[in-house]
């Protein structure tokens, strides 16, 4: 069985940073992509940033610079450093991956997600 918790949610005033972690823990051979999506209330999922396990990173464009994907692939974690935060970053974010199991298995999985509010 393969978990992804996130955390490092919260609540921030616009202008302000946040740093979500997310680890990827059981029974895993190896990992691929990893990257975090944001859903916002009545909008659908959409990527954040991801980040393939030679340090590839993709951005959505409205985030380049603002927002910076790494992970570390000894621990199997990926972090994700939001600077500048804006109301409308206000979301639930979710960890992914995508990853083989023990069983040679190919998953996508997903974390529980940790809610991002930035006030203005």
């Known amino acids: 069985q393969v978990q992804l918790v996130e955390s490092g949610g919260g609540l921030v005033q616009a202008g302000g940073s946040l740093r979500l972690s997310c680890a990827a823990s059981?029974?895993?051979?190896?990992?691929?992509?990893m990257g975090w999506y944001r859903q916002a209330p009545g909008k659908q999922r959409e990527l954040v940033a991801v980040?393939?396990?030679?340090?590839?990173?993709k951005y959505a464009d409205s985030l380049k610079g603002r927002f910076t994907i790494s992970r570390d692939n000894a621990k199997n974690t990926v972090d994700l450093q939001m600077n500048s935060l804006k109301p409308e970053d206000t979301a639930v974010y979710y960890c992914?991956?995508?990853?083989?199991?023990?069983?040679?298995?190919?998953?996508?999985?997903w974390g529980q997600g940790t809610q991002v509010t930035v006030s203005s």
């Open positions: 992914n991956a995508d990853l083989y199991d023990d069983s040679f298995e190919n998953y996508d999985y």
């Open positions: 980040i393939t396990n030679g340090g590839r990173t």
């Open positions: 059981g029974n895993i051979f190896s990992i691929g992509a």
